[in-house]
């Protein structure tokens, strides 16, 4: 069916892909081209001498991932990255939708895993974990500092995308930049939020927040006076040397790890994201503020806001 793609390697696949796609942005031309250099680790040749076994069978190219190293959300990348080769080498509309067949599948799977894992917990309320974060005494160093302060920017405002805080700079300016960094905005009228680049932004556009927990913004002031951090500068780098920002997985594996240390439970995002809803709505807000607050965190399907 595809036999005259066979010896095209990833950089030839790349190129079709920027071709089809060409107003795709950097990251996602980059989980595509991450797929194609996947696909040669699952199946430990190179792209050009697979014959495309990828795109025969959806069944066997799903145990094939379930029985690699790769976890599930990778699974998930992979796949949707395999549809839109399907898509740029005209498959078969049949073809294309028994790949889409065995995604939704397994897209239902964790879902349900997710919420029957949520059910059985016996975890805090959103109360109690604010009240351990409160009372936990982080070390006195940068590191411990820092990310004492990105778990508080989790606990203490309503729980976005971990990649919000990717790259997150200092402003202490009244006038709001319209680029592609987010900010945490320090002026005379408050402290605030900004984010500009995030997974719905283009939907939703620009997002403001203001913080109003008084414990976060003194800490947040004496975090900054501290380690000397200046406007412009990143708010969660990886180190004082350099001030490089620390990039989505490390913050993953920072919030993951310190979540653990302060609460005895370690916490992926959407871990938090799940319990801050679940107990948010429980105590009944309105449905305006709902609305407020999934859009806050990024949702556009509120059917899917506990998962």
């Known amino acids: 069916m595809f036999e005259r793609f066979y010896n095209w390697d990833k950089d030839s696949f790349d190129k079709l892909h920027e071709k089809a796609y060409p107003h795709s942005s950097k990251a996602t031309r980059t989980s595509f081209y991450q797929t194609l250099k996947r696909l040669e680790v ?14 025969k069978d959806p069944v066997k190219l799903y145990q094939h991932i379930k029985e690699s190293k ?17 898509k740029m080498l005209d498959a078969p509309l049949s073809h294309y939708n028994s790949y889409v067949k065995v995604l939704s599948q397994h897209t239902k799977e964790l879902i349900e895993n997710k919420r029957n894992f949520v059910a059985s917990q016996d975890l805090p309320s959103w109360t109690q974990l604010q009240d351990l974060y409160f009372n936990y005494l982080p070390k006195d160093d940068f590191t411990a500092q820092r990310n004492y302060l990105l778990v508080g920017f989790f606990m203490l405002l309503p729980p976005v995308r971990i990649s ?14 319209s680029d592609n960094n987010n900010y945490l905005m320090i002026v005379d009228k408050g402290m605030f939020v900004i984010f500009n680049k995030f997974r719905t932004s283009h939907i939703q556009g620009q997002r403001i927040l203001e913080i ?14 501290t380690y000397a951090i200046s406007k412009g500068q990143f708010i969660l780098p990886k180190n004082t040397i350099n001030n490089k920002p620390l990039g989505q997985n490390e913050l993953n594996e920072l919030l993951f790890t310190e ?27 309105s449905i305006r503020e709902k609305i407020e607050i999934a859009d806050i965190m990024g949702y556009k399907d509120y059917n899917n806001i506990f998962v």
């Open 212 to 225: 109003k927990d008084e414990f976060l913004k003194q800490y947040i002031e004496a975090y900054l006076e």
């Open 70 to 86: 790769y976890t599930d959300n990778t699974l998930t990348t992979t796949f949707t990255s395999i549809l839109k080769m399907l």
């Open 42 to 55: 699952i199946y430990d040749k190179p792209i050009d001498e697979l014959d495309l076994i990828y795109l």
């Open 259 to 285: 979540t653990l240390t302060i609460f005895g439970h370690s916490f992926t995002t959407q871990d938090l994201r799940t319990m801050f809803l679940r107990d948010t709505f429980t105590e009944d807000p």
């Open 164 to 177: 919000n805080y990717t790259r997150f700079k200092l402003l202490t300016d009244d006038e709001v930049p």
